[in-house]
């Protein structure tokens, strides 16, 4: 399938680890031009250089902290100045912070809803002319299961802007219809990237049982009986902002080997 994505421009945002990291190589591989954005800039020059010794494809790496607004602004302009322009964009920012509702202030609550939704907000909103330009621009935002099912201890927070991102997602959507920009989630289940064993860490102490049996529970919520890959989902993100989907938007993609227990 040719996915028509030779010379297209893609911001990944949180893409030096994890879901993003495999969305900007997988885009990289089918010929587009990436831009890569995260917070720890060794890490973020390693991604990047990863990326291009891969795939030969210019990954450019800028550095911003995509909670605060001025960043995300600075970010999708220096993207689109070293890309010339923006075709797609991946808002894969966000964090799941486990916690119960006597252990989260109002600030923590304003700094999930600023890192898990605003980032993708502010980035649509500032790279809205340059997609609008594109005549077929993508926006792809990565929510998670805990928007739409819940079924941890502690995932309130998550779960919360999770929920508002897949609803914000959709409303984008009939903005973008008329400009031919295509906005869509894909919802991961759970996928072992370098933040997972701190969760399981977390839930094993929550729940009171070892570390292994915790890690069990979380590879036995998916059908297929494993954790996903970070190139399962983004495999899903490279088909969403390709020419390939050109007839769908709006819509939420779990990718979660079956841990969706809703119909
Ligand atoms: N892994 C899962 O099981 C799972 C399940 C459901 C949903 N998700 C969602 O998928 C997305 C990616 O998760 P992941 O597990 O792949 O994450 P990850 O491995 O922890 O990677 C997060 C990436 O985002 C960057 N980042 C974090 N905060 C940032 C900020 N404020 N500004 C700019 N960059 C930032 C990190 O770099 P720096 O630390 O250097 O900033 C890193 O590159 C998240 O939205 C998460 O909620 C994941």
């Known amino acids: 399938m040719d996915l028509k994505l030779e010379g297209k421009c893609a911001l990944v945002t949180g893409s030096s680890e994890g879901i993003g990291h495999a969305a900007a190589a997988g885009l990289a591989a089918e010929g587009a031009r990436v831009a890569l954005c995260a917070g720890r800039p060794d890490v973020l020059e390693r991604a990047a250089e990863k990326i291009r010794a891969a795939t030969g494809a210019e990954a450019a790496a800028i550095v911003g902290d995509l909670s605060r607004g001025d960043d995300c602004v600075r970010v999708v302009a220096d993207a689109a100045e070293a890309l010339g322009g923006i075709d797609i964009l991946v808002n894969t920012v966000g964090q799941i912070k486990l916690a119960g509702i006597e252990e989260l202030t109002d600030a923590d609550w304003q700094a999930e809803i600023d890192r898990n939704v605003m980032s993708a907000v502010r980035c649509a909103r500032a790279a809205w002319p340059h997609l609008k330009k594109s005549g077929a621009g993508r926006v792809v935002n990565i929510t998670g299961l805990a928007g739409k099912q819940v079924y941890l201890p502690g995932d309130m ?60 529970n979380r590879e036995q919520a998916s059908l297929l009986g494993r954790l996903g890959r970070p190139e399962e989902v983004a495999d899903v993100v490279v088909f969403l902002s390709s020419a390939r989907a050109s007839f769908v938007t709006g819509v939420t993609i779990e990718v979660g080997g079956g841990a969706a227990h809703y119909i």
């Open 157 to 216: 927070a998550t779960s919360l802007t999770k929920a508002s991102l897949i609803s914000f997602t959709k409303t984008l959507a009939h903005e973008g219809a008329p400009h031919g920009i295509l906005v869509n989630n894909v919802c991961p289940g759970p996928i072992d990237t370098e933040g997972m064993p701190e969760r399981i860490g977390w839930i094993a102490g929550r729940l009171g049982v070892s570390y292994e049996q915790a890690m069990q």
